[in-house]
């Protein structure tokens, strides 16, 4: 009789092994619908405890509840979960680009409780990126599992991102676009099905148990040609709060890491900075989700000067937040930033020319965001799509189109790198999956070192060497000096013709006269692109091995394609 475990094997093989296409969807699904439940539980936690703070906010004492939220969140993170601060997405696009997806399986919970303790205390954050963390690792332990490849890993991380997006703000394109724009960058048909259906299974548990239609309610927008040119102007506008915004942030963090202070004591003092600001402007508190909803709405009180002071107020406090040691994202912060440039930008052409017909300012609130979503994750369709389903705003669609490209191309042009991006940048670690670069960086150079290569002393006769190449099959010898066996050059077959057809120079001549001295080495530290863009730059078959001055081996570009072929058929293989 066939064990329980054998009739699994056998079903596994049946259904899945010859096409995974089925396999994705019902992992996505579930991906999907765990992911949508990690967010909803977060959602609902953060507006429970933000009720539950707000009678004690008036109090005097009230500046430091931003400062023990964000305390207790990071001493959770280092001491308990043993986890890095901040909000995750770039480590999860790292663990994409580097690792295949892989990803541990307590980061399904640990950012979720840390960025409960930040934002609902009252730290300037907001609760995206955390999401995104805990259904990216639902997703990758899913595939783990299952037993699943590089490739289908991916395939669920991105389930668990759209997921996890699509419940938070109830908007399932936006999940879908995100998960493939900014987490997997490439739109790939194997992708876009099961992503798809994870984004929808996501909102569908997010409307099962809080029944709503749209995040932030509005009236209908009256958008006509007139506000064409001044979206224009608008999209310049959060283009260069946009890069503000990132470089505060980035500059917030660097500040922090070179003060004498634990990560604790940085956490407490940027809380307590948030604390401060919001005894002047509440606004700068939580996810400022109620602030949004205001601005939407038109009843938002603040005049044009404040409302302008708010902005850097917001970018200030979300920078002592995230780059001192709290938990959380920068979708809402970017929300709340790009709806009061909006404000500020509408009440300042209003003020400039009263008698043109604009837009309401509610509709520049929603252009503001879409330019501040766009900019700082230069990711123009997320943009658009995120803003259109949350506030169910799809009368300003032309106008919200133009600021989203503007806003991510003028972005890009001054600051080249996304901030989810720029860091794994600059540290060499952003590679896409299934590009040349992420392939070679999964082989080890050690493995493409070929050792059996006759080496030769400098000293020898022409003659000697003549005898060895009659039973040799290498093209090339490695030249070595006598007592130290320190590399001295190198004899390539090609280049030594004219002696070898000479048999009256053959006791005239001792191999450190005709060996090449200027062939470029490599050594076992390079990683394998460098040599590889040494190779290709001086048009070179075969680079030599050197290490401490000791010939190692050699590296062939033909060893080389032969490895990256079978990883090639590893990473996109079943198992």
């Known amino acids: 009789m066939f064990s329980i475990k054998k009739w699994y094997k056998i079903l596994y093989h049946k259904l899945f092994h010859l096409d995974d296409r089925l396999l994705l969807i019902l992992a996505g699904s579930v991906t999907g619908i765990c992911s949508g439940l990690a967010a909803v539980a977060l959602r609902l936690s953060l507006e429970s405890v ?37 909000h995750g997405v770039p480590e999860v696009i790292y663990s994409v680009s580097r690792y295949g997806g892989l990803l541990r399986f307590r980061s399904s919970f640990s950012r979720l409780i840390s960025s409960f303790l930040t934002i609902g205390s009252g730290g300037s954050a907001g609760p995206e990126a955390p999401v995104v963390m805990s259904g990216s690792s639902i997703g990758s332990n899913i595939a783990k599992f299952l037993s699943l490849n590089d490739r289908q890993r991916i395939t669920l991380v991105g389930c668990g991102t759209a997921g996890a997006i699509a419940s938070i703000f109830n908007a399932p394109i936006a999940g879908l676009v995100f998960a493939i724009e900014v987490i997997l960058g490439e739109w790939k048909f194997v992708n876009i099905i099961p992503i798809a259906i994870a984004a929808v299974a996501g909102a569908e548990v997010s409307q099962a148990i809080i029944p709503e239609q749209v995040v932030f309610n509005h009236q209908p927008f009256q958008v006509g040609f007139s506000d064409i040119l001044p979206s224009l102007g608008l999209a310049m506008a959060t283009a260069i709060i946009s890069v503000i915004f990132t470089k505060i942030l980035r500059l917030s963090g660097k500040l922090a890491k070179i003060t004498p202070f634990p990560l604790w004591v940085r956490a407490f003092i940027g809380g307590s900075i948030v604390g401060l600001i919001a005894i002047f402007m509440p606004v700068v508190l939580g996810e400022g989700y109620h602030s949004i909803q205001a601005m939407i709405s038109e009843t938002f009180s603040m005049g044009l000067f404040l409302a302008f002071a708010a902005v850097f107020a917001k970018i200030f406090s979300t920078a002592m937040t995230l780059g001192w040691g709290g938990s959380g994202g920068i979708f809402a912060p970017c929300l709340v930033i790009g709806s009061l440039t909006g404000i500020v930008f509408h009440r300042a052409l209003f003020a400039l020319f009263p008698t043109i017909g604009f837009a309401s300012e509610g509709a520049y609130a929603l252009l503001g965001m879409t330019g501040l979503v766009s900019g700082v994750m230069q990711a123009p369709l997320t943009g658009i799509f995120l803003i259109v389903e949350i506030t169910g705003g799809y009368e300003t669609i032309l106008p919200l189109i133009v600021v989203s490209s503007i806003s991510s191309t003028m972005s890009h042009y001054i600051e080249p790198a996304s901030f989810y991006f720029k860091e794994l940048i600059e540290r060499g670690q952003f590679l896409r999956p299934g590009t ?32 060895i190449l009659k039973t040799s099959e290498q093209h090339f010898f490695p030249v070595v000096e006598d007592e130290t066996g320190e590399y001295k050059g190198i004899i390539q077959i090609s280049s030594i013709r004219r002696y070898a057809l000479n048999p009256g120079m053959y006791d005239m001549i ?43 081996g050699m590296i062939s570009k033909t060893r080389i394609l032969d490895l990256y072929r079978r990883e090639l058929m590893m990473q996109t293989s079943i198992h």
Request: charged share 20%; no cysteine.
């Open 50 to 86: 933000i009720e539950w703070l707000h009678p004690y906010r008036h109090y005097g004492w009230a500046f430091i509840l931003p400062a023990i939220g964000a305390m207790l969140s990071s001493l959770y993170l280092e001491k308990i979960a043993r986890e890095g601060a901040g």
């Open 436 to 467: 040349d670069a992420r392939i070679l960086s999964d082989l080890n150079i050690n493995e493409l070192i070929e050792t059996d290569y006759v080496k030769l002393s400098e000293n020898m006769v022409f003659r000697n060497f003549i005898d």
């Open 510 to 552: 001792f191999l450190n006269q005709i060996m090449d001295t200027k062939v470029l080495t490599a050594s076992q530290e390079n990683d394998l692109q460098e040599v590889l863009d040494i190779m290709d730059i001086n048009n070179m078959a075969i680079i030599p091995v050197v290490e401490n001055d000791q010939f190692i």
